[in-house]
């Protein structure tokens, strides 16, 4: 029998409407004992968010955090965090499959860094919302992964 | 299993020498401010905005926006958060003024 443990995670991406699809994952997270974190929902908002993330991924007891590549601001994240030592390890990027650099065609600035990111560090994922593809969700990645690292956590594998 | 696995994420949330020194700070003192939480625990703000989000998130404390203002948020522990820390035994002394 393993034994249960929590983890934190934090979920990052567009503000919005998108937020509505963050806090549902939030919510599935946190059903399955998992701390999930909207810095837009669960920070004070005393602090910019862009002075405080950096400070709060570095020395916090944060387990993973999750880009979602949806907008400039989370684009923008993602490049202050991809190549910094203390956070990358606990970045998981999420991206729209036709951006993915092995998947997708696109040239762009963004997708070249993702190539970057992966093989240094792995962990971007092609992701389709609109389950146009076989692609899976946004929602499916995060939960998946979380859980699994849940449970290597509970046995004390990472 | 639901329940339990909420009570998992409030150990979690507990088991912080710097989230337990904010909890029994807004114990002591409902409805106090966020810079004044910085100055009693002496917390940098950063660390602090992340912990009082992992408090508020597993439902132990509440935040209330001052008026006039979206960027002065005060705090206070919930009744679920006052019934927990009692059930858990750990609503103790009175935090000391530093």
């Known amino acids: ?158 | 299993m639901e329940e339990a696995r909420k009570m998992l994420t409030i150990y979690r949330a507990l088991d912080n020498d710097s989230r337990l020194k904010i909890l029994y700070t807004i114990l002591n003192e409902p409805d106090i401010a966020f810079n004044d939480i910085a100055r009693k625990t002496e917390i940098d703000k950063p660390a602090l905005a992340y912990h009082l989000g992992v408090l508020k998130n597993v439902g132990l404390v509440e935040m209330e926006y001052q008026k006039r203002s979206k960027k002065l948020t005060k705090y206070r522990v919930t009744e679920q958060g006052k019934e927990i820390l009692k059930k858990l035994n750990i609503v103790v002394e009175p935090v000391k003024p530093s």
């Open chain 1, 1 to 158: 029998m393993v034994r249960e443990v929590c983890i934190i995670v934090v979920l990052l991406g567009a503000g919005g409407k998108e937020i509505r699809k963050r806090r549902i994952i939030a919510k599935k997270l946190r059903n399955n004992g998992i701390i999930a974190l909207i810095p837009e929902d669960d920070f004070a908002p005393d602090i910019a968010p862009s002075l405080i993330e950096e400070f709060i991924f570095k020395y916090s007891d944060v387990d993973l955090v999750f880009i979602n590549v949806e907008s400039w601001g989370s684009a923008t994240e993602f490049a202050q965090f991809h190549d910094d030592t203390r956070i990358a390890p606990k970045l998981r990027v999420l991206t729209f499959h036709k951006y993915h650099p092995l998947y997708g065609s696109s040239m762009s600035y963004l997708s070249d860094l993702y190539l970057t990111h992966i093989a240094k560090y792995g962990h971007v994922y092609a992701y389709d919302d609109k389950e146009e593809s076989n692609f899976p969700t946004s929602e499916k990645i995060i939960l998946t992964i979380s859980i699994r690292y849940k449970f290597l956590r509970a046995l004390g594998k990472v």
